[in-house]
């Protein structure tokens, strides 16, 4: 039930992107407009998840996760009856808030409530809901928005949002409430110059990545002449690819330096970006590009952990989550420049406003001195701090 909530999330967190286009024409706005419906989704998630942390730490977590999906459904049920946009963008900031309340708090249940022995198995299984949306959720979600319409498929979301809220109030037994931390405690590691500027580097670099996917119904318009069905399939391919490229960066991870990683992955970003302009023009060359990018998109996420747990290996949850805020407050900066921007430039040119935010993050990824190397010992090689603790 967990992991259907944090799928339903997942779902609506990158869903818009293939509705935008329906939104627009309905409310009567420009889709420079309503893509500020990711941004204020994005920018109430990566502002209350830490307040919400401090604030109702001390409240009992079956109580906390149904009122976060209820916040959550809530919001969703408001923007599929919304008839302006005002009223969209404040249910879109109410449905982040429910978001921002459920995710922490799901992974932390789902670590407790397996036996020590099956703990790994029990939080996969929670992240499988995130990561399964990634793949299917936008697509699905923008698959019925073709045959009926948006309003359609923020019913889905809602309905996939209360599907959980009831199994987790009927199913979750009472689980121990963990130490409360402070919002000044959560932002502590913040004074750390390295992970702050690992922070700012994962801001502009899936700020970058973000903007594009935000807008993708309109960059990718010339090839899907805009039939929501082809932008489906497109957006299927982007999510297996993401997921293949999460997998594929904890093996580079394990054998690479994640600096290596970072950089190496940040520059083919930005050429894969700079020539989107004219790669969307062909199905072919459009399908390669959304390969290169999901797998270097979401693969970003491992090496970015990787430095911050090898920064700060004594506060290392509040290093990762911390840099979930960051990811979160770069797709609801960009979200706003990107539709600023489409009021000036043709929307297949986005991705060259994206590549020159991708250029930021690569700049301050060189920038931050480097993380603990792996010592080795009679020719083996040790796993290095930030490898023991990521395992653990």
Known sequence: MLAVGMFAIGTDNFVVAGILRGVAESLDTTIGLAGQMVTVYA?????????????AGGWPRKLLLVSALGIFVAGNVISALATDLNTVLFS?????????????????????LGEPARRGRALSTVTAGLATATALGAPIGTFIGGLGSWRTTLWFVAVLG???????????????RPPRVTLRERLAPLGDVRIAMTLLTSLFAFGGFLMVYTYAGAVLEPVTGGDERKLAGLLLVWGVAATAGNMLAGRLVDRFDSRKVIVAGLGLAIVNFCLLPWTVGHAWSATISLVI?????????????HRLVAFASQAAPLALALNNTATYAGVACSGMLGGVVLLVIAPRYLGLVGAILIAVG?????????????????GRPVPDPATRILQE
């Open 92 to 112: 879109r900031a109410l449905a982040g808030l429910g978001a921002a309340m459920f995710v922490p708090t799901a992974l932390g249940v789902g670590a407790l």
């Open 293 to 305: 990018w999901g797998v270097i998109g979401w693969g970003l996420l491992v090496p970015q952990q």
């Open 162 to 176: 209360a599907v959980s809220m009831a199994g987790v109030w009927t199913m979750l037994r009472s689980v121990p």
């Open 43 to 55: 920018l109430s998630f990566a502002v209350m998840a830490p307040v919400m942390a401090a604030v």
């Open 362 to 378: 690569l700049v301050l990824a060189t920038l931050v001195p480097r993380a603990p190397g792996r010592p080795s010992a009679n």
